[in-house]
């Protein structure tokens, strides 16, 4: 009966963490969908909530496969066949069996929210090149609308300047993406890999940060650069209107 009671208890337990888990879940979704506004991520908050119900769902089974076989035990104790050795192997070999099966589908679980978060990243990667496309486009549409205006006034000396920095901007954010598709890449490489340990995820991550680091230098070389061009620039033009007056 002690270990009886101590069962149920421990059962109590986890499904009461159950329920606090959906309640942290929709708690940060509140905090977050306040913060970001329109710019939160509903259709992957639906995702997520579904995930975590079929994970709840499934530890559920497993709450309810450990309450069977321990029923099916206390039976066996207590009937005739309590004796028979093999009477119990059998019944641990049902309830592996059992565990088996629902560890198959935990797995095909985290298999299904991988490939949905890799296709996301996809598209969004897509979606990004797809904007710088559009950014060069756009900047050759407006160079060409000043250039009718403007007419032999037009800078084509900052134009060039300007089209060289954009072209270069446009090389980093190029960069971005294939940091960010890498990382995805090895991430799920290791994911994949049963003998990934913490020190793994550590030495990736790290290596991530270190590449971001590595090219905001560079942005920041870029943005010092385009400041240094457009100070010159001020200064020559100044000194030009002080020798026409």
Known sequence: ??????????????????????????????????????????????????????????????????????????????????????????????????FAALDEQYQALDQEGQEYWANRQREDMDRQREEMDNMRADFEDEADRRRSEEGENFDEGAYEFERSMMERRLQLEGQRIDI???????????????????????????????????????????????QEYWDTRHEDHDDDHEDTQ
């Not at 270990?3 to 329920?19: F, G, I, N, P």
């Not at 793994?200 to 920041?220: C, I, M, N, P, R």
């Open 180 to 226: 960010n598709e890498d990382f995805n890449r090895k991430l799920q490489e290791l994911n994949s890999n049963p003998n990934t340990n913490d020190q793994d995820w550590e030495e990736l991550e790290e290596a991530q940060e270190d590449a971001f680091e590595a090219l905001d230098l560079k942005f920041q070389a870029l943005d010092q650069e385009s």
């Open 1 to 98: 009966e002690y270990w009886s009671k101590r069962q149920r208890e421990d059962m109590d337990h986890q499904r009461a963490e159950m329920d606090n888990r959906r309640a942290d879940f929709e708690a940060e979704a509140d905090r977050r969908r306040n913060e970001e506004g329109e710019h939160f991520d509903e259709e992957a908050h639906t995702f997520e909530r579904s995930m975590m119900e079929r994970r709840i769902g499934l530890d559920e089974k497993r709450l309810a496969i450990d309450e069977e076989f321990n029923r099916k035990r206390e039976e066996l104790g207590n009937g005739a066949g309590g004796q028979d050795q093999n009477t119990w192997e059998v019944l641990d070999q049902e309830q592996q069996s059992a």
